[in-house]
């Protein structure tokens, strides 16, 4: 019996080595240590043997199943290696590369279409004498909801559209409208800037919905500007953006920060206004909220209403990606597939 154990574990260590995936590797498992496999096999036959040997050949096919286990374990360790290797080694890229020096089995990486749309659209500010600012995505509830008028009251503050940290006084940001808040106490009047950036909703997905998303902040503030001002530059700029005239309308919106509110709608440029998965088959998508700063958010901002006044708005840029691109669904955006980013190296 011993000997059939040695000759069993000797099979063994000669063919581990062909083993060449996992697949394989399960059957091959099972074959040695399986219920049917060959140890179990062997073990059946211990009834048979006195008390005396029962307990030596016991004991060494314990070793014997300990050690198989240990080499079954390496062995697939290198087998999962060698494939995350052969897929690093196929999708490998030189960030660092453009198309004009790609080299001989080089990839050369592409950037991801959000980063193209948001990189045009602050060179579109920029031409317009806008600033850049930046704000965090852990953020308190001062900055995401009080200073901009939104009482706890106010549906958004919910469970169910934010991500609240455990000590229910931070958060992952709902909009982009932080930025307002930080910019206001930076700055001194007149001024406008522009914030694009990661938010966060506890959203349920699909073709138009996404828990992370991306939004541009917007705020001018100056002497008597007034809603046809800030109507005009927003039609402007998405006349710029799409490089066509297209058609808006607007809607009164309700945002605590803002009064009176708004939101844009554009035609959806997937269907052309008749319809799909995108717009909700009503053939506009929702654009951009947009408003007059309230006077309140202002004097938050310790800037005096009486003298000032501004608009500040909110654009998606997500859904405006996905419209100048014309990618049909907001997941693909995030699903970090090299495949679909490298589609837009191109544009
Ligand atoms: N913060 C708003 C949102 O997330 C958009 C908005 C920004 C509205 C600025 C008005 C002014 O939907």
Not at 88 to 114: C, F, M, R, Y
Request: charged share 25%; with cysteine.
């Amino acid at each position: 019996m011993l000997q059939k154990l040695e000759e069993v574990k000797k099979e063994f260590d000669s063919l581990l080595g062909s083993v060449k995936s996992m697949p394989e590797m399960a059957q091959f498992k099972a074959d040695f240590l399986g219920k049917k496999g060959k140890l179990n096999a062997l073990m059946g036959g211990m009834r048979e043997l006195s008390v005396e040997d029962k307990k030596s050949f016991g004991a060494r096919a314990n070793l014997v199943k300990q050690d198989m286990l240990s080499a079954i374990d390496r062995q697939s360790q290198s087998l999962e290696m060698e494939v995350i290797n052969a897929k690093l080694a196929a999708n490998w890229q030189d960030i660092s590369l453009t198309d004009k020096v790609k080299e001989k089995g080089q990839q050369a990486a592409g950037l991801h279409p959000l980063t193209k749309v948001t990189r045009e659209l602050e060179d579109i500010f920029l031409s317009m004498g806008f600033d850049i600012l930046d704000g965090p995505h852990i953020e308190d509830e001062y900055h995401n909801f009080e200073a901009l008028n939104i009482p706890d009251s106010h549906p958004a503050r919910d469970m169910q559209d934010t991500f609240w940290f455990k000590d229910k006084k931070h958060l992952l940001r709902t909009h982009t409208s932080n930025i307002q808040i930080r910019g206001m106490k930076q700055k001194k009047p007149p001024f406008k800037f522009v914030g694009p950036g990661k938010v966060f909703r506890c959203e349920t997905l699909d073709a138009s919905h996404e828990a992370a998303f991306h939004q541009l902040e917007g705020m001018m503030v100056g002497k008597d500007i007034s809603v046809p001002h800030m109507i005009h530059f927003l039609r402007t700029l998405l006349s710029e953006i799409f490089k066509k005239e297209i058609n808006v309308r607007l809607r009164p919106g309700f945002f605590p920060f803002v009064e009176p509110g708004f939101e844009l709608d554009y035609e959806c440029l997937l269907c052309g206004g008749k319809g799909c998965s995108v717009c909700k088959q009503v053939g506009w998508v929702e654009g951009l909220g947009c408003g007059m700063v309230h006077p309140k958010v202002l004097a938050g901002g310790g800037i005096d209403p009486n003298e000032w006044n501004g608009f500040a708005f909110g654009l998606g840029i997500d859904r405006l990606t996905m419209m100048r691109y014309h990618i049909d669904d907001v997941r693909h955006l995030h699903s970090g597939n090299l495949q679909f980013s490298e589609q837009f190296k191109a544009y």
